[in-house]
């Protein structure tokens, strides 16, 4: 069973940047992937950015070279910088550990951008 903790979300103006942080424990050996995903009030989940034990990364269309992710040596943690933030990155941010054969969510962050 892997748990995720995040951390980093809150309030920030339009044009301002956030860092959010996902750590995971208990069985993250093997090949795995680490990501963020998130979800607006009458929205679907969508991604946001992935990377995975191998250090393949993909990025979600919306990101436009705004966001970087990142993973620690270690490989237990995964980083989301995101910068020039609008109103609509407004979000629950949803970490996620997926294993070969498991997923794991954890409880989401609030990222709220202001105009």
């Known amino acids: 069973q892997v748990q995720l903790v995040e951390s980093g979300g809150g309030l920030v103006q339009a044009g301002g940047s956030l860092t959010l942080s996902c750590e995971a424990s208990?069985?993250?050996?093997?090949?795995?992937?680490m990501g963020w995903y998130r979800q607006s009030p009458g929205k679907e989940r969508e991604l946001v950015a992935t990377?995975?034990?191998?250090?393949?990364?993909v990025y979600g269309d919306f990101t436009k070279g705004r966001f970087l992710i990142s993973r620690n040596s270690a490989g237990n943690a995964v980083y989301l910088q995101m910068n020039d933030l609008t109103p609509g990155d407004t979000a629950v941010y949803y970490c996620r550990f997926r294993s070969t054969t498991d997923a794991y969510w954890g409880r989401g962050t609030q990222v709220t951008v202001s105009s």
């Open positions: 208990g069985g993250t050996s093997g090949f795995n992937q």
């Open positions: 990377v995975t034990s191998a250090r393949t990364i």
